[in-house]
């Protein structure tokens, strides 16, 4: 029987036929180690055959066994031939993605320094494999990250490889090798897990910063949405990077070009506004504003000001309420009350603060009380007593007087064409206030003094007498 012949039919079993086609292949292999019974093709034959069960765990339960992973193990690292290790590693990294506590079977293995070098091997086969491998066991296990870095050179290994995919970037033609763009995203996924559950080493990462910002940059690569892999897991392994470094600033914000990141940042930013709906926000769009805001911590003075200038509203914007028109900035403001997406809910104003330098008078001028008040609260920062009066633009933009509350220019807002209401029709709403703040006071809603009772001690409130009556003309 042909190989493909043996590979569909394998792909066809299933039940008690399956169960007994990978008991047999795991009991084949494992015997192997020991006595090498198989002829290099027999082997990797059936290694490729064990990855065709081992796809569905449902009645491939030897593979999965900590028995099981040692031998796909054994085979991966401890064979001299590439074909049979990658063929091993494969049905690892499946087994490893489809059941969590095969994870650490593999790390009691103590197989860090073999799986280390191998990642030092320029194939991006084996960049693939490995970096994937190491990507799952940073979930449910106790692997020593460190010890990887310290004593194993994972950091450099991972950088080196980033080079590497620098380097090969085309100006002019996009990288279309499909293994080259899968090694990438799995390296830059394990950086940005290593850097997150292992903070204290992160500068070992700090020099893949130039690397990243390359593949960001001038990468050219066939996406169907603008964060597909690998640029979205190039974005997120930004965040977690030492960007203040003095000796990557160059390579973040170059002399010739120092808004070359910031404004491909942006502008991934501004194509993702179509490019998503509400339910792929979070995990598409939240990272790229988090690394937005962590460059502009570290930005020189006039990237933060290009940064301002894109994503603050402009004064096109306050022709109208702000966030009512189709721009970046309005788009911003519109998602940070989106209660589809709480992740970017809560990292738009995060980012729209510091863009005010953190001050709250300033925040509540650039996105209107409207916007700030709810963040303000939930931060705990005190709400600018002059909070409620007009303002005004930016020191040299238009001066014309802004609402605070929408951040319109009020010369813009459109007032209804109503009557004003007369006295009578005041009066009776205020007593419908009146009533309204004295059930809720009794249901123990709001524990504030009713403003129309407090009115009418202060003298600011005239009843009028039952005689009444509204002039007419």
Same mark, same amino acid.
């Given at each position: 029987m042909s190989s493909s012949s043996q590979l569909y039919r394998a792909a066809m079993l299933s039940g008690p036929e399956k169960l007994a086609a990978a008991t047999s292949l795991v009991n084949k292999l494992t015997q192997d180690l020991s006595s090498s019974t198989l002829l290099s093709h027999q082997r990797d034959a059936a290694l490729e055959e064990l990855k065709i069960y081992g796809r569905d765990p449902r009645n491939a339960d030897p593979i999965?066994?900590?028995? %099981?992973?040692?031998?796909?193990?054994?085979?991966?690292?401890?064979?001299?031939?590439?074909?049979?290790?990658r063929n091993a590693l494969r049905c @690892?990294?499946?087994?490893?993605?489809?059941?969590?506590?095969?994870?650490?079977?593999?790390?009691?293995? %103590?197989?860090?320094?073999?799986?280390?070098?191998?990642?030092?091997?320029?194939?991006?086969?084996?960049?693939?494999?490995?970096?994937?491998?190491? @990507?799952?066991?940073t979930y449910d296990t106790d692997i020593k990250l460190e010890r990887l870095i310290d004593e194993y050179q994972l950091a450099?290994?991972?950088?080196?490889?980033?080079?590497?995919?620098?380097?090969? @970037?085309?100006?002019?033609?996009?990288?279309?090798d499909p293994m080259h763009i899968m090694a990438l995203t799995e390296t830059v996924k394990l950086l940005f897990n290593i850097t997150f559950h292992c903070k204290e080493k992160a500068s070992s990462l700090t020099q893949a910063i130039p690397h990243i910002v390359t593949l960001l940059c001038k990468g050219l690569y066939q996406v169907s949405k603008p964060l597909d892999p690998p640029i979205g897991p190039l974005v997120n392994a930004l965040i977690n990077l030492d960007l203040g470094a003095k000796d990557v600033q160059s390579s973040l914000c170059p002399s010739t070009k120092p808004t070359i990141l910031s404004d491909r940042l942006i502008s991934l930013l501004n194509q993702s506004k179509t490019a998503y709906q509400d339910e792929e926000l979070e995990n598409a769009v939240a990272p790229l504003l988090a690394a937005i805001r962590v460059l502009y911590a570290h930005a020189p003075q006039d990237v933060q000001v290009s940064i301002r200038q894109k994503l603050l509203p402009t004064e096109d914007d306050r022709n109208e309420v702000l966030g009512s028109s189709s721009s970046l900035p309005s788009w911003l403001l519109k998602n940070s009350t989106n209660a589809m997406a709480p992740k970017l809910r809560e990292t738009i104003p995060i980012l729209l603060f510091d863009l005010s330098d953190k001050d709250a008078s300033k925040f509540i001028e650039n996105v209107g009380y409207g916007f700030a008040s709810g963040f303000l609260f939930n931060q705990n920062i005190p709400i600018p007593e002059n909070a409620s009066k007009a303002i005004r633009g930016d020191a040299g933009s238009s001066e014309r007087p802004i609402n605070p509350v929408t951040g319109q220019f009020l010369d813009s807002e459109r007032h209804a064409d109503v009557p004003e209401m007369t006295d009578a029709e005041k009066e009776r709403e205020a007593e419908k206030l009146f009533v309204l703040f004295q059930r809720l006071q009794a249901n123990g809603v709001i524990s504030v003094e009713n403003p129309i009772r407090t009115a009418v001690e202060q003298g600011r409130f005239e009843e009028l007498p039952d005689d009444y009556q509204e002039d007419v003309d």
């Open positions: 999965f066994t900590k028995d %099981g992973i040692e031998m796909l193990t054994r085979h991966a690292f401890d064979s001299s031939s590439s074909t049979t290790s @690892l990294c499946n087994a490893l993605y489809l059941k969590a506590e095969t994870r650490q079977f593999f790390v009691d293995l %103590g197989y860090e320094a073999k799986v280390c070098n191998k990642l030092k091997n320029d194939s991006p086969d084996d960049e693939f494999l490995v970096s994937r491998l190491l @990507l799952l066991t450099d290994s991972m950088t080196k490889h980033l080079e590497r995919h620098a380097e090969q @970037l085309n100006d002019e033609k996009p990288t279309t």
